[in-house]
């Protein structure tokens, strides 16, 4: 059974930084590509971040790169988004979510094979 658990959010003033934990299980990561979307009440999701550990590829949401990075420790099973510069407009649940390599890649991290419980980042001016 895939289980992602995130988290790290919290309340944060513009210009700050977080750190987002997704522990994982029940899958081989060679396998999948890891990845963040978030999603604010009323709007679509948004695509953040994603990763594949065997191609060592990454993929950023335009409105992200250059502030968010993607990793992962896969010896711990676990992945992280560490956040800088955080705006008002990075409001949102933050999700951590995998896709199957084998007919999903990091382009549709918006629609993933799994994802876990989100967690509440809030940016405050």
């Known amino acids: 059974e895939v289980q992602l658990q995130a988290s790290g959010g919290g309340l944060v003033q513009a210009g700050g930084s977080l750190r987002l934990n997704c522990a994982t299980s029940g899958f081989a990561w060679d396998d999948y590509a890891i990845g963040w979307f978030r999603q604010v009440p009323g709007k679509e999701r948004e695509g953040v971040a994603c990763?594949?550990?065997?191609?060592?590829?990454?993929y950023y949401g335009s409105s992200v790169k250059g502030r968010f990075t993607i990793s992962s420790d896969n010896a711990q099973n676990t992945a992280h988004l560490q956040m800088s510069d955080l705006k008002l407009e990075d409001t949102a649940v933050y999700y951590c979510?995998?896709?199957?390599?084998?007919?999903?890649?990091?382009?549709?991290?918006?629609?993933?094979?799994?994802w876990g419980q989100g967690t509440q980042v809030t940016v405050s001016s």
């Open positions: 979510a995998v896709l199957n390599l084998y007919y999903n890649d990091c382009n549709s991290i918006t629609s993933p094979d799994y």
């Open positions: 990763m594949t550990s065997s191609a060592g590829s990454t």
